[in-house]
């Protein structure tokens, strides 16, 4: 334990200290606090912010909190469905980036650089499955999870073909446009970051950015796609703060890409990864923007 911590003891005395994560929980009687030590951002700065965009889901910090030490007012979560808490988050998200949106000028080259990664992405996944495809099939024994890779090779090879299709729809679409919309995201969903009590709070607060309302809403997908279903999860989102089709294009190319998996000497543990690469695709076909 540092030394500023130490002297952040010595004044509350707490009763019990709980680490979790990057952060300490400790119970004083003068009430709990979360403490992190040597914040990576000036939250002092974000809170300031967002509570003058009448945006008030964060927590209350301390007057105790240094450039070294942040100190937050600890608060309780209660269990609820997943399914429940996942549309309460996004409500407060489609708030947080209908009050902190904005029309940012840029140039021509910004939307050709985005263009141009995630093209080579598709191609790179593209290459890496052909291969896996053709040696596959010249195997004399073909073990479980490469069987399973091929019985499944069509919706791969689709989804990569699809992601690619829509990528060039987006650029036909933007590339000669000037402006992008942005907001201040999260980038950090997860169900655990959201705190539902008698008032809902959003924590972790660590990654925060100004980019594209679109990067929350992946970051979230790619954070629980496993965990809840996420179509009325981005309708309940685009009812708070509805995303402009160019937006919505690019939501919908991001979660199309297949995942990457790579094989091991582990075949449990690689039909493990084959099958959460179909699961992955068929959670994506499922999801609104689709359509």
Not at 19 to 27: E, M, P, Q, S
Not at 81 to 94: P, T, Y
Request: with cysteine; aromatic share 16%.
């Amino acid at each position: 334990m540092s030394r500023s911590l130490e002297v952040f003891n010595e004044i509350y005395k707490p009763y019990k200290i709980t680490r979790k994560n990057n952060a300490f929980i400790l119970n004083t009687m003068d009430g709990n606090f979360v403490v992190k030590e040597n914040p990576k951002i000036n939250y002092k700065d974000l809170y300031k912010y967002l509570k003058s965009r009448n945006f008030n889901y964060i927590p209350e910090m301390s007057l105790d909190s240094r450039d070294d030490l942040l100190v937050l007012e600890y608060q309780d979560d209660i269990s609820i469905d997943k399914e429940q808490k996942a549309l309460d988050l996004i409500e407060i998200v489609a708030l947080l980036h209908s009050k902190t949106s904005y029309f940012k000028t840029i140039t021509n080259d910004k939307y050709k650089e985005v263009y141009e990664k995630i093209n080579n992405n598709i191609l790179y996944l593209s290459n890496i499955y052909d291969e896996y495809f053709n040696r596959f099939l010249q195997e004399e024994y073909i073990v479980p999870s490469h069987y399973l890779f091929l019985r499944n090779y069509t919706l791969i090879y689709n989804a990569n073909k699809y992601a690619k299709d829509k990528l060039d729809e987006w650029y036909r679409m933007i590339k000669d446009k000037n402006k992008e919309r942005v907001a201040l995201v999260h980038n950090n969903l997860k169900l655990e970051h959201f705190l539902k009590n008698s008032d809902d709070y959003l924590i972790s607060w660590d990654n925060y950015t100004i980019d594209s309302p679109v990067l929350d809403l992946y970051r979230f997908y790619q954070n629980e796609w496993m965990n809840i279903s996420f179509s009325e999860v981005f309708i309940k989102y685009n009812d708070g703060f509805e995303l402009l089709e160019q937006e919505k294009i690019f939501l919908d190319i991001l979660i199309s890409i297949p995942l990457e998996i790579k094989f091991s000497e582990d075949e449990l543990s690689n039909c493990q990864r084959v099958r959460e690469l179909i699961n992955y695709l068929a959670s994506s076909s499922k999801i609104v923007f689709n359509n």
